[in-house]
């Protein structure tokens, strides 16, 4: 039967493993993200070029990714893992062999950042790691978790790079959240997480660090250094108003007035030139793409299937969420893209696979089963 | 059973993970409305804070300064304009490498190393982002030299810029004035927002007075533009008004004559002449003069200490600023006060001893005439300048009768003439006396005070008001430098309104006629002080002679130039007015330190109204302007010449001092 199959019959096959629901919003998500970047970049093609090429590689590989079953991914969680980890460790090392700060290793010209690995890599671990343990989990298997988070996350912090530690950390936290740690945990490790704050502010930060949360609570304080971000895009969000200034008719954008207005900073751009209710529309759109996706985990194949797609399914949420109450200026600067919108080749990629895992890991009544099992 | 275990758990675990996925979805949702609540108040509530933070970001207000006004005489001669200068200016945040730059830059435009280096002073002072003039007064050749290799240099930029100049350098110095750089004291008094294109501003003389009239009103342009501040478009455009062309009541060509004649006798003084009819002034000179062109760029310290430290104190406006004793030139208007106040009349005569004495006291108060006039009436009193009549006259009507009655031809206050800086003088009285110094008044002040000595000091402008006023009868116009305003080139001239003051009321106006019959007298009538002065004019005039001492001399003594140091000497004065029926000229002369008013002040006067009424045909007026004109160009072509010739001087200085070191060195290269 199965060697009867043409081409369209496969073509089919493999996008039938395709979530529509989310498709179609991840679809409109990206158009509108598309042309804002296109008035974000000053209607440069050229950009606009590369934007659609990295699309594509996403979209490609979300279609693969979609394929690989639960079961698959389970299996190979630990050896992406500790691949991951020697590469973090490399990175280290390279950094420490005179190079300075640096995020990626090179291979030949190819430039590849392994933290963003593990943004996958550690959710899969952990999730892996709860798949055969009797849930809610036990404290033992809680702290063996968070060692699993933390090593990576420690190792990315060292580079530096707070806003993927700060992503790799949620989409570990999100695991065990989800493999039921108990409340009272939860709160315990809220408070001390409230204790440890003043003196991660005073003994474990960089300068630039400790600088971006100063000039959260006063941007004034520095308004051509640090601050200036935040009063350029609170100004650009403000003076857009409930209507907007119009599709590529944003001031502050066009006049060069907003930094990094084509990746950490184009929320601004698209609340400037779109008003409110384009915000909440953007918003709306976000949210049910996060709904969808707890939704899709909820049918996850196994325990692994739902713990990993609610996981990504949250730190979809925390990247838009860090990124917004940043450039609305609730949050300090720290560099996190606006998913999908922002332009930048790798979290384009990135999230695009996961959602393609989270859109194969999920049961299916009737129809094909995953390609790759 | 270990199947249903699992499936138990399995079943469990599900719905923990429901609840956790809803509870995760909740919290979402509450996120995500925080950051809508957030937005909410960033568009909706701050929203007009925003949108003019963002306005202020982009637009830009450029101001376009207003072209000054220019200052022409009554016959339209330019006496203030404004030049048009082309300056090579460096920003020197712009620049990569000065030092480079400048060597290169030096090749296609000569520079001396002194510029250079006071360009480096200057550029030390000032923000690194303001244009600093290396090299003002480009030709049109470095121009377009510069111009071809502009692209190498960036930083360096080629700008016009407007400047104030005085054709005729320091003729009319003092009355024009001059325009100087916007310094923090001016901040103070002006509205910053007219001035934020402006660089100049009017500092003396009329410059300052008629600031407003001339600056204009500022422009401005909004344009947009981007972060690095680069302009983009202009969104709004308000172009400049204009500073008014003002036409000045004085004559060139008797001004000319007033200063050359000042200038000829090597004294210093002033002459102030008054059309009587209406209070224009038609000349108004003080010697010694200085270039107000040195002021406008910023006055060098060598200059300006030079200026400052000048015993003459060239600076100083002698015609209203000059406070003098009167002298005799006040004995017509002491007459009338005499007549009027019935202290006098006309057929009652003194009997001059050649000194006077208040009864009971031995102190003489000696006239001029040693041996005295004898019978002395008024009108002898007057062409003779008899002091004891005068003495006489004032000790017998009382001080406080003398300085009010004095006081109406304005002496004492200010004739509020448009021009800063002027004085009042001083018209003694007993209360003034009280107050300045603390001291009763005696009645030997009022004897000084009769002859215009001792407290009473008058300026210049002052007295020829008051010739004017005698000449018309007591019709008081208050002088005026500013004839006719025009507000743009393609609209006439209007007129100013002239402003009358108080008239002084005579009991009768026949006392007028006597004291100018008097005044007549002294230059056409036998006898007169003045009358070698008069001889043989073509005109009639009336006047009076003035000897005004600056040192008192002993009462056994006689004054003698020749030993007293110039600086004692007297004042000599002079004032006239013609044609004595219908007047239309009224003029005070003061030479300082010249000696009697007869032999210096007189002739003087004699010489500025031939030049006032000899005129070749009234029906060719405009031949004469152009007469006035070609002179006019005439003296600023020789400035230009005298500057010229400064030029080379200084070069083929340099170029011997080069040649002598070459010398130098072969000498010592050969030894």
Request: with cysteine; hydrophobic share 45%.
């Amino acid at each position: 039967m199965d060697r009867s199959v043409g081409f369209f019959s496969t073509v089919f096959r493999l996008l039938s493993r395709l979530d529509l629901v989310l498709l179609t919003a991840l679809l409109i998500l990206l158009s509108l993200g598309a042309l804002t970047l296109y008035s974000a970049s000053g209607q440069n093609i050229v950009m606009m070029n590369r934007h659609l090429v990295h699309l594509a590689i996403a979209a490609v590989l979300m279609l693969l990714t979609s394929q690989i079953s639960s079961t698959l991914l389970n299996r190979i969680s630990i050896w992406v893992y500790l691949v991951g980890v020697i590469l973090l460790v490399l990175v280290i090392l390279q950094g420490t062999m005179g190079k300075g700060a640096q995020r990626w290793l090179e291979f030949g010209s190819l430039r590849f950042q392994p933290s963003e690995i593990m943004k996958l890599a550690v959710p899969m671990m952990v999730a892996s790691y709860f798949s055969n343990k009797i849930l809610p989990p036990s404290f033992k298997d809680i702290i063996v978790a968070t060692a699993l988070v933390a090593i990576p996350m420690l190792l990315i912090v060292k580079q530096p790079d707070l806003g993927t530690a700060l992503l790799v950390g949620s989409a570990g936290f999100f695991v065990i959240y989800f493999a039921g740690i108990a409340w009272k945990w939860l709160f315990a490790v809220f408070i001390s997480a409230l204790i440890a704050a003043p003196l991660l502010f005073f003994y474990g930060m960089h300068d630039y660090q400790r600088q971006r949360v100063l000039t959260l609570l006063d941007p004034t304080l520095d308004p051509l250094g640090a601050g200036y971000h935040i009063i350029q895009s609170t100004i650009a969000i403000g003076s857009g108003g409930v209507y907007g200034k119009g599709w590529a008719n944003g001031d502050q954008s066009r006049l060069d007035f907003l930094p990094e207005r084509h990746t950490d900073f184009i929320f601004a751009v698209f609340g400037e030139e779109f008003g409110l209710l384009g915000n909440i529309l953007l918003l709306t759109i976000y949210l049910f793409i996060i709904w969808r996706g707890l939704q899709l985990s909820i049918k996850g194949q196994d325990t692994f299937a739902r713990l990993l797609g609610g996981s990504l399914s949250m730190t979809f949420f925390v990247y838009l969420f860090v990124n917004t109450g940043m450039v609305s200026g609730i949050l300090p600067v720290v560099g996190v893209p606006l998913p999908l919108v922002s332009y930048g080749g790798t979290s384009m990629i990135t999230l695009m696979t996961a959602f393609g895992l989270l859109m194969g890991m999920r049961k299916r009544k009737n129809g094909y089963g995953s390609m790759l099992r | 059973m270990p199947y249903k275990e699992t499936f138990d758990n399995q079943r469990d675990e599900l719905s923990l993970f429901r609840s956790r996925a809803f509870i995760a979805g909740l919290f979402v949702f509450l996120a995500l409305l925080g950051i809508i609540i957030r937005l909410t108040i960033l568009q909706i509530n701050h929203y007009d804070h925003y949108t003019a933070l963002s306005k202020e970001n982009y637009q830009k207000h450029i101001p376009i300064p207003p072209v000054r006004g220019q200052i022409y005489d009554r016959n339209g001669i330019l006496l203030a304009d404004n030049h048009i200068e082309y300056v090579l200016e460096v920003t020197k945040d712009k620049v990569l490498d000065l030092d480079d730059e400048l060597i290169r830059v030096n090749k296609l435009i000569p520079m001396s190393p002194q510029s250079i280096k006071k360009f480096r002073q200057k550029l030390r002072v000032n923000s690194r982002f303001l244009p600093v003039v290396l090299r003002p007064g480009l030709t049109d050749k470095e121009i377009a030299t510069f111009a071809v290799h502009q692209s190498r240099f960036p930083g360096f930029k080629i700008n016009v810029r407007m400047e104030r100049r005085y054709p005729l350098a320091e003729v009319a110095g003092h009355l024009i004035g001059y325009v100087g750089r916007i310094d923090k004291r001016d901040l103070k008094n002006i509205d910053k927002k007219e001035y934020n294109g402006s660089t100049h501003i009017g500092k003396s003389g009329i410059e300052k007075f008629y600031e407003t009239r001339l600056h204009g009103k500022s422009g401005f342009k909004t344009v947009e533009v981007d972060a690095h501040g680069k302009p983009q478009v202009v969104l709004k455009q308000k172009s400049p008004i204009a500073g008014e062309d003002l036409f000045l009541s004085i004559d060139l060509k008797l001004q000319l004559k007033a200063e050359e004649l000042l200038q000829a006798r090597d004294s210093n003084g002033a002459v102030v002449a008054i059309d009587p009819r209406n209070g224009e002034v038609l000349a108004m000179a003080s010697v010694p003069m200085y270039d107000p062109n040195l002021f406008v760029n910023g006055i060098s310290y060598k200059n300006y200490n030079r200026l400052r430290n000048n015993p003459s104190r060239p600076l100083y406006n002698r015609a209203l600023q000059g406070t003098y004793p009167p002298g005799s030139t006040i004995k017509p208007m002491a007459a009338l006060a005499g007549l009027d106040e019935r202290t006098v009349t006309t057929g009652r005569s003194v009997f001059g001893r050649g000194f006077f004495q208040i009864p009971g006291v031995r102190h003489r108060y000696r006239c001029w005439k040693k041996r005295g006039h004898g019978h002395v009436s008024l009108q002898r009193g007057i062409f003779q300048s008899c002091d004891v009549y005068f003495y006489d006259l004032a000790y017998r009507m009382g001080i406080k009768k003398f300085s009010k009655s004095l006081a109406r031809f304005g002496f004492g206050s200010k004739t509020g003439i448009d021009l800063p800086h002027e004085r009042s003088g001083i018209m003694p009285s007993s209360e003034w006396k009280k107050k300045r110094f603390n001291q009763n008044w005696y009645p030997g002040d009022t004897v000084n005070i009769g002859i215009g000595q001792g407290y009473w000091t008058v300026t210049p402008l002052q007295l020829a008001h008051a010739v004017g006023t005698v000449a018309m009868k007591g019709m008081r116009m208050r002088p005026r430098v500013l004839r006719a305003v025009r507000s743009s080139r393609n609209l006439p001239a209007e007129l100013i309104p002239h402003e009358q003051l108080p008239t002084i009321a005579v009991r009768n106006t026949r006392y007028w006629d006597e004291v100018i019959r008097a005044m007549v007298h002294v230059v056409h009538g036998p006898g007169g002080t003045a009358r070698r002065s008069g001889a043989g004019a073509k005109y009639r005039f009336g006047g009076k002679t003035g000897t005004a001492q600056v040192f008192s001399v002993a009462q056994n003594k006689s004054y003698n130039a020749s030993r007293l140091a110039k600086k004692l000497h007297d004042h000599s004065l002079f004032v006239a007015f013609a044609p004595p029926e219908n007047p239309i000229i009224a003029l005070a002369i003061i030479v300082e330190n010249a000696g009697g008013g007869s032999k210096v002040a007189a002739p003087l006067a004699r010489k500025l109204l031939d030049a006032f009424f000899l005129k070749p045909d009234p029906k060719k007026e405009a031949e004469e302007k152009a007469a006035a004109e070609a002179e006019a160009l005439k003296i600023k072509q020789a400035l230009d010449k005298k500057a010229a010739r400064k030029l080379k001087k200084s070069r083929k200085s340099k170029k011997r001092r080069k040649k002598r070191r070459k010398k130098k060195r072969k000498v010592k290269r050969n030894g």
